[in-house]
């Protein structure tokens, strides 16, 4: 059995950008984390020890970022990197960062990245 956590369209303020504008204004980004994480036991016992805690998932990605990157790339792969430290039970995963409104002229959605492992 395969089972999956996933928190979805998480939105900061932040200041990752290449152009030194983008940096001093920041922008609206939003990550989508979907993680192959064991909860087997909480589907049994309903208890929290047996599961991702959600918040503390949420508090990762936040901290990561408030950490201004240029890249969207570095940004997803810092996330990655954190969470498994956090939650070495992680067994993969999808991490998707995207910025909202990106400077590029003619730019009508999002701009974002995935990591998949």
């Keep these: 059995m395969k089972t999956i956590i996933t928190l979805e369209k998480m939105r900061f303020f932040a200041r990752h950008g290449v152009m030194p504008?983008?940096?001093?204004?920041g922008n609206w980004f939003e990550?989508?984390?979907?993680?192959?994480?064991p909860f087997e036991q909480?589907?049994?016992?309903?208890?929290?020890?047996?599961?991702?805690?959600?918040?503390?998932?949420?508090?990762?990605?936040?901290?990561?970022?408030?950490?201004?990157?240029?890249l969207l790339e570095h940004?997803?792969?810092?996330?990655?990197?954190?969470?498994?430290?956090?939650?070495?039970?992680?067994a993969g995963g999808e991490i998707t960062v995207a910025?909202?409104?990106p400077p590029i002229p003619g730019a009508t959605g999002p701009a974002s990245v995935t990591v998949i492992w």
Excluded: C, W
Excluded at 31 to 37: F, H, I, Q, T
């Design 99 to 101: 910025k909202l409104h």
């Design 31 to 37: 990550v989508s984390a979907r993680l192959e994480y």
């Design 75 to 90: 940004v997803a792969g810092r996330i990655k990197s954190a969470l498994e430290r956090q939650f070495p039970e992680i």
């Design 42 to 70: 909480a589907m049994s016992d309903d208890n929290l020890s047996g599961t991702l805690d959600y918040g503390a998932a949420y508090e990762t990605i936040r901290l990561e970022m408030a950490t201004p990157s240029k």
């Design 21 to 25: 504008q983008e940096r001093a204004t």
